[in-house]
């Protein structure tokens, strides 16, 4: 079941980054996703899956945004490369 979770925000705001309240909205989504899959808290699987984009699209970005995706031990490597949904 989907919740939607509402807040304020200042026309100022909005205006000021040049956005409107979906573009915002889109914005908030994604960093929240990017920011819950840096703390743990979010797979990268499942954070793709709530944002509608593959995820090896999801770790581009998460990666751009100074996510670390691999810690250097093999286990991390074979745990993100077994779970790639692109075709080998």
């Known amino acids: 079941m989907n919740q939607t979770v509402a807040i304020?925000?200042?026309?100022?705001?909005?205006?000021?980054?040049?956005?409107?309240?979906?573009?915002l909205a889109d914005l908030m989504k994604e960093q929240t996703a990017i920011a819950l899959f840096r703390q743990g808290r979010l797979s990268s699987g499942t954070a793709a899956t709530w944002l509608g984009v593959?995820?090896?699209?999801?770790?581009?970005?998460?990666?751009?945004?100074g996510a670390v995706l691999?810690?250097?031990?093999?286990d991390d490597f074979a745990r993100e490369t077994s779970l790639s949904d692109e075709p080998a």
């Open 54 to 65: 593959p995820r090896m699209i999801f770790l581009l970005r998460a990666m751009e945004s």
């Open 70 to 74: 691999l810690e250097d031990s093999a």
């Open 8 to 23: 304020e925000c200042p026309a100022e705001i909005l205006l000021s980054l040049h956005m409107n309240a979906e573009g």
